[in-house]
């Protein structure tokens, strides 16, 4: 069973779903584990930092600011626009969304860079690593793993200074009024409007607009594999319509939301 060209060309995705299913592996609001055999994706912009591992000897690149980074284990901060080529190099992407309590601290370790990492840290998980990949890791040990694989940076690398002391004020705040703006969030912090515009930035790694966007498609990722039309999950998220959807979803995650609700090519899998 091929993937049709039409989801093939637009997404770099499927083309050997054939053999071996991508999988999601979903975390609820805190980030989804996903695997494919082949990944080739351009300019895209996830919200999410990211740690990428191949599973075997393969190695795949990353393209970034006219640089490139090719290795089997490497981190990816949020919002930075970039090109993955996986061609039949069976990856294993640790995704993780700002809803994460491990999002802050992830992101101030990457500080902004791409950072190839050494793949033998996570010599430990080969064999999940590769359940992973096929789909055969039950729920909860994939929860395990997706810990796991977001302590062992930590471990390797210099730990960044903390966090604003205000962030968690800001993030209560943020979640209780989603619509706010920038004016309303430093009147009610009490700061400037320039240091609320600076904090955001800080601690999500996004602007206000961005993060309100984010906030649309975490209620696409609730409403994705349910049995509403993409136009319905559309609006019910704030979308204008199906297309602007679409647009966007394209441009974060380089595939169409038709493709990662398909079950021909993607196998979801939920760990809570």
């Not at 499927?14 to 071996?20: M, N, P, R, W």
């Not at 793949?119 to 430990?124: L, S, V």
């Amino acid at each position: 069973m091929a993937v049709k060209h039409s989801e093939r060309d637009s997404s770099g995705f499927g083309i050997l779903s054939h053999e071996v299913k991508d999988n999601v592996y979903m975390m609820g609001r805190s980030g989804f584990i996903y695997t494919a055999p082949w990944i080739d994706t351009r300019d895209t912009r996830p919200p999410s930092a990211a740690v990428l591992l191949s599973v075997g000897e393969g190695r795949f690149t990353v393209s970034a600011g006219g640089q490139e980074w090719r290795g089997r284990a490497i981190l990816v901060p949020p919002f930075v626009p970039r090109s993955l080529l996986a061609a039949n190099v069976p990856l294993v992407c640790f995704h993780v969304m700002p809803a994460s309590p491990h999002y802050d601290a992830l992101n101030g370790l990457a500080k902004g860079r791409i950072s190839l990492l050494d793949r033998g840290q996570f010599g430990h998980l080969e064999q999940e690593l590769e359940a992973l990949f096929r789909g055969g890791l039950p729920a909860c040990e994939a929860e395990e793993v997706y810990q796991e694989v977001l302590r062992v940076p930590f471990r390797h690398m210099p730990v960044p200074p903390r966090v604003d002391p205000r962030a968690g004020r800001l993030r209560t705040l943020l979640e209780a009024q989603p619509e706010v703006s920038l004016a309303q969030l430093a009147e009610q912090l009490g700061v400037s409007y320039f240091w609320a515009s600076r904090v955001i930035s800080d601690v999500f790694g996004m602007s206000l607009r961005d993060y309100k966007a984010w906030r649309k498609l975490q209620r696409v990722f609730e409403l994705l594999h349910s049995d509403r039309s993409i136009t319905e999950i559309a609006h019910a998220a704030g979308f204008t319509d199906s297309a602007h959807l679409s647009r966007t979803y394209q441009r974060w995650f380089g595939q169409p939301p038709s493709y990662s609700r398909n079950r021909r090519y993607v196998r979801i899998l939920r760990c809570w």
